[in-house]
T-cell receptor
Framework: KNEVEQSPQNLTAQEGEFITINCSYS?????LHWLQQHPGGGIVSLFM???GKKKHGRLIATINIQEKHSSLHITASHPRDSAVYIC???????????FGTGTLLAVQP | GAGVSQTPSNKVTEKGKYVELRCDPI?????LYWYRQSLGQGPEFLIY????????DSGLPNDRFFAVRPEGSVSTLKIQRTERGDSAVYLC????????????FGPGTRLTVL
């Protein structure tokens, strides 16, 4: 079992829909990242959080440390949001990131 | 300023050959990370440098893989006797300090071993 699990693996939405991507982890963490990766492109950090909720534009990220769960929400989705969204956690005493396998999001016009 | 850069962007090599992949981190970033991303998977940690020293190399899959960062800036990932299973995108990231801070990723090097 992966230490970081994401769901769904694939998601297709219509433009304007509210989207939720979930991340569950089994290790103790100090921080969790949500990352965005466009096809053929590099990875961009969207959020880093260790508690509560953060909002940036149409993106909202929440984390529940007790339940070891985080969600990424996209409001009023747009085709340009189409990308792979990756959850990653800072694991234990080391500084390395442990990544989920990603969620491939396709937003159709 | 410039972000993290990686060269080459693509590398095609034959099985058994030696390759070097280069990463130029953001100026002033002391922490540098190498990850490997296979098709359809999330990235996997390879090695982390704090300054010139490898602080954690637990992700290197075997002794064919080696990385250096001699002056605490540019890093080179070296793969000897490449195998087809080494084919992946190799990502580099840097951060101002180590720990729970944002990492800035380069565009990656796509390595294909024929």
């Amino acid at each position: 079992k992966n230490e970081v699990e994401q769901s769904p693996q694939n998601l297709t939405a219509q433009e304007g829909e509210f989207i939720t991507i979930n991340c569950s982890y089994s290790v103790g963490i100090s921080a969790l990242h949500w990352l965005q990766q466009h096809p053929g492109g590099g990875i961009v950090s969207l959020f880093m959080l260790s508690s509560g909720k953060k909002k940036h534009g149409r993106l909202i990220a929440t984390i529940n440390i007790q339940e070891k769960h985080s969600s990424l929400h996209i409001t009023a989705s747009h085709p340009r949001d189409s990308a792979v969204y990756i959850c990653a956690v800072h694991g234990g005493a080391t500084n390395k990131l442990i990544f989920g396998t990603g969620t491939l999001l396709a937003v159709q016009p | 300023g410039a972000g993290v850069s990686q060269t080459p962007s693509n590398k095609v090599t034959e099985k058994g050959k030696y390759v070097e992949l280069r990463c130029d981190p953001i100026s002033g970033h002391t922490a540098l990370y190498w990850y490997r991303q296979s098709l359809g998977q999330g990235p996997e940690f390879l090695i982390y440098f704090q300054g010139t020293g490898a602080a954690d190399d637990s992700g290197l899959p075997n002794d064919r893989f080696f990385a250096v960062r001699p002056e605490g800036s540019v890093s080179t990932l070296k793969i000897q006797r490449t195998e087809r299973g080494d084919s992946a995108v190799y990502l580099c990231a840097s951060s101002f300090i180590a720990g729970e801070v944002e990492q800035f990723f380069g565009p990656g090097t796509r390595l294909t071993v024929l």
